[in-house]
């Protein structure tokens, strides 16, 4: 998707390893997700952020949303092989439209 | 299991035909969403219904039509195919009307190839 941006588009890491995803809108979001989908599978919930300079965090993957909220990244500390996939975010680019625009996505391998 | 369930899982066919495919949102889920995932174009917004009627739509072509039903099962039909229709085709439910309102539940998708 050119309104969501997103990198690297793949990215190869050694098991332990921490690693930073990157999704860049031109537009101020007004709601930004992050999924995980397995190769060929449905896509998974991880996080969702809604506020300038919100954090969260699950086990050990962090998502923030800058201030201006049109930046989002996905840390991953100590990465493992089940973090292995693809990572999306996702944002809905509108006010009342119900239009959901994602990224192309990250592919991330983890190697053991 | 997100609670979202689609048929057929593959399905192979040839170029010129017609294929529907069904989903069945999660128990509750008002809104339908329709998406389309190949490799060269990533994952794209297709359509979205909300409690029966069209709601947003994205780069779905004329060729492709979608509909809800009162129980709130959707299908996607897809005529005349070529062969870059091949694709994994997704469908997502949620409570709400976008993405704002809650996340969206995927469904396992519908691998399509046409030959």
Same mark, same amino acid.
């Given at each position: 998707s =050119?309104?969501?941006?997103?990198?690297? =588009?793949?990215?190869?890491?050694?098991?332990?390893k921490?690693?930073?995803?990157?999704?860049?809108?031109?537009k101020?979001?007004? &709601?930004?997700?992050?999924?995980?989908?397995?190769?060929?599978?449905?896509?998974?919930?991880?996080?969702?952020?809604?506020? &300038?300079?919100?954090?969260?965090?699950?086990?050990?993957?962090?998502?923030?949303?800058?201030?201006?909220? =049109?930046?989002?990244?996905?840390?991953?500390?100590?990465?493992?092989?089940?973090h292995?996939?693809?990572?999306?975010?996702?944002?809905?680019?509108g006010?009342?439209?119900?239009?959901?625009?994602? &990224?192309?996505?990250?592919?991330?391998?983890?190697? /053991? | 299991?997100?609670?979202?369930?689609?048929? /057929?899982?593959?399905?192979?066919?040839?170029?010129? =035909?017609?294929?529907?495919? %069904?989903?069945? /949102?999660?128990?509750?889920?008002?809104?339908?969403?329709?998406?389309?995932?190949?490799?060269d174009?990533?994952?794209?917004?297709?359509?979205?219904?909300?409690?029966?009627?069209?709601?947003?739509?994205?780069?779905?072509?004329? %060729? #492709?039509?979608?509909?809800?039903? /009162?129980?709130?099962?959707?299908?996607?039909?897809?005529?005349?195919?070529?062969?870059?229709?091949?694709?994994?085709?997704?469908?997502?439910?949620? %409570?709400?009307?976008?993405?704002?309102?809650?996340?969206? #539940?995927?469904?396992?998708?519908? %691998?399509?190839?046409?030959?």
């Amino acid at each position: 998707s =050119q309104e969501l941006e997103q990198s690297p =588009q793949s990215l190869i890491v050694q098991e332990g390893k921490n690693l930073t995803i990157n999704c860049t809108s031109s537009k101020t979001l007004y &709601g930004l997700y992050w999924y995980k989908q397995k190769y060929g599978e449905g896509l998974i919930f991880l996080m969702m952020l809604q506020k &300038g300079g919100e954090e969260k965090s699950h086990e050990k993957i962090t998502a923030k949303l800058d201030e201006k909220k =049109q930046q989002s990244s996905l840390h991953i500390t100590a990465s493992q092989p089940s973090h292995a996939g693809i990572y999306l975010c996702g944002a809905d680019m509108g006010t009342n439209a119900g239009k959901s625009t994602f &990224g192309d996505g990250t592919t991330l391998t983890v190697k /053991p | 299991d997100s609670g979202v369930t689609q048929t /057929p899982k593959h399905l192979i066919t040839a170029t010129g =035909q017609r294929v529907t495919l %069904r989903c069945s /949102p999660r128990s509750g889920d008002l809104s339908v969403y329709w998406y389309q995932q190949s490799l060269d174009q990533g994952l794209q917004f297709l359509i979205q219904y909300y409690n029966g009627e069209e709601r947003a739509k994205g780069n779905i072509l004329e %060729r #492709f039509s979608a509909q809800q039903f /009162p129980d709130l099962h959707s299908e996607l039909n897809l005529s005349s195919l070529e062969l870059g229709d091949s694709a994994l085709y997704f469908c997502a439910s949620s %409570r709400g009307t976008g993405l704002l309102t809650g996340e969206l #539940f995927f469904g396992e998708g519908s %691998r399509l190839t046409v030959l």
